[in-house]
C-alpha cells in the first residue's frame, strides 16, 4: 500500500515542525490568559520556568507524542497498512501550527501523551474477562491529571463508552475505576499533603476578553473550526469502509473519535481553557487524515498529504508574521 508521508516525508515534517517550534518560541506566542487551571496544583502556565526551558521541554513532549502515537498504532493498527509516518508527521504539523502550542510549555502537551497512554491501556483490555487493574489504572491517571488540568476529567466519558463497547465494563471494573477516580486525592489528603483549602474549582470565562492577540486567536480559531469540519467529514467518510471491515478496528477508531469529540465540545463549552484540549484533538484528527489515505486508494496519496500539510502551515505562519 502506498504511503502518503513516508520515512522521507516524516523527516520534512519533523524538520518543519521544529522550525515552527523555534518560530514560535523568537516571535514570543504567548498562551491566552485565562484557562490552565488544576483543582489543587499549579499548570505549567505557574511554574515560573525559564522561557526556553518551557519551549525546550514543550518540543520534548510534542516530538515523543509523535513517536508514541506511531507505536500506539504499529502496536493496535488503528490505522490500517504502513501509516504510522503519515499519523505522526501529520499530528506534529497540526500541533505545532497553533503558535502557543509549540513555543511554550502548556498542559495541552501533558494531556495528550497521557491520553495515549490511557488508549493503549484500554485498547489492551478489549474483551477481557478482567479488565480492572487497567481500568484503575486509567482512573488514576486522569484523576492525578485532574490535579494539574482539570480538563482531564471529560475524558472519562470515552473511557466509559469504550470499556462497555470492548465487553470489559462489569461491576468490579465499575468498583475500580471508582477507586482509581478517588484514590490519588484520599492519600494526598489523608497523609497532609494536599490540604482541603487548596481544592478549587474554575470559573468559565470568555476567552476573547483575555486574549491579549485577537487576531492571531481568530486565525488559529478558523485553524480548529476547519479541522472539525474535516475530521467530521471524514469521520463519516471513513466509517463506510470501516463499517465493512475488521470490528476490533472499528471499536478502537470509534473510540479514537470519542476522544476528539470530547475535546471539541471542551473547546467549545469551556472556551477559556481551550488551550487545554488542542493537542488532543489534533491527534484525533490526525487518525481521521491518516485513515483517509489508508482506506481510500488515491494515486497520489503524497499529494494529498501535501496540501494538508500546507494549510497548516500557512495557518502558522499567518499568526507569526
Known amino acids: 500500500m502506498t504511503q502518503a508521508m513516508g520515512k522521507g516525508g516524516l ?6 515542525a521544529v522550525a515552527m517550534s523555534i518560530m ?37 513532549l510534542l516530538l515523543l507524542s509523535a513517536l508514541g502515537l506511531g507505536l500506539l498504532n504499529r502496536s493496535f493498527s488503528i ?39 490511557v488508549m493503549a491501556i484500554l485498547f489492551g483490555s478489549y474483551r477481557q474477562s478482567n479488565a480492572t487493574q487497567e481500568l484503575f489504572a486509567i482512573a488514576t491517571i486522569l484523576s492525578l491529571g485532574s490535579m494539574l488540568q482539570y480538563a482531564f476529567l471529560p475524558m472519562i466519558v470515552p ?15 465499575i468498583i475500580a475505576l471508582g477507586m482509581g477516580l478517588i484514590a490519588p486525592y484520599w492519600v494526598a489528603i489523608g497523609f497532609g499533603i494536599l490540604p482541603l483549602e487548596r481544592l478549587t474549582m474554575p470559573s468559565l470565562t470568555n476567552l476573547f476578553a483575555m486574549a491579549s492577540h485577537r487576531g492571531v486567536l481568530l ?8 479541522t472539525a469540519l474535516l475530521s467530521l467529514v471524514l469521520a463519516l467518510y471513513n466509517g463506510v469502509r470501516l463499517y465493512a471491515g475488521n470490528t476490533r478496528r472499528r471499536q478502537f477508531n ?21 488551550t487545554a484540549y488542542i493537542v488532543t484533538f489534533y491527534m484525533s484528527a490526525a487518525f481521521q487524515q491518516a485513515d483517509l489515505f489508508a482506506l481510500w486508494h ?19 505562519l499567518m499568526c507569526v508574521l
Open 11 to 16: 523527516i520534512l515534517a519533523i524538520a518543519t
Open 24 to 60: 514560535a518560541f523568537l516571535t514570543g506566542a504567548t498562551i491566552p490568559n485565562g484557562g490552565e487551571f488544576g483543582l489543587c496544583l499549579p499548570s505549567p502556565a505557574d511554574w515560573n520556568l525559564l522561557p526556553v526551558a518551557s519551549w525546550a521541554i514543550n518540543l520534548a
Open 79 to 117: 490505522v490500517p497498512g504502513q501509516a504510522s509516518s503519515t499519523l505522526s508527521g501529520l499530528f506534529l504539523l497540526m500541533a505545532t501550527s497553533i503558535p502557543w502550542i509549540g513555543g511554550v510549555l502548556t498542559t495541552s502537551v501533558i494531556i495528550a501523551p497521557a491520553i495515549m497512554i
Open 159 to 173: 473511557v466509559l463508552v469504550s470499556a462497555l463497547m470492548f465487553k470489559c465494563f462489569r461491576v468490579r471494573e
Open 219 to 226: 486565525i488559529c480559531l478558523i485553524n480548529l473550526g476547519f
Open 254 to 274: 470509534m473510540t479514537v473519535n470519542m476522544f476528539g469529540l470530547t475535546c471539541l465540545a471542551g473547546m467549545v463549552f469551556d472556551s477559556s481553557n481551550l
Open 298 to 316: 488515491f494515486r497520489r496519496p503524497w499529494i494529498g498529504a501535501l496540501i494538508i500539510s500546507a494549510l497548516y502551515i500557512t495557518s502558522f
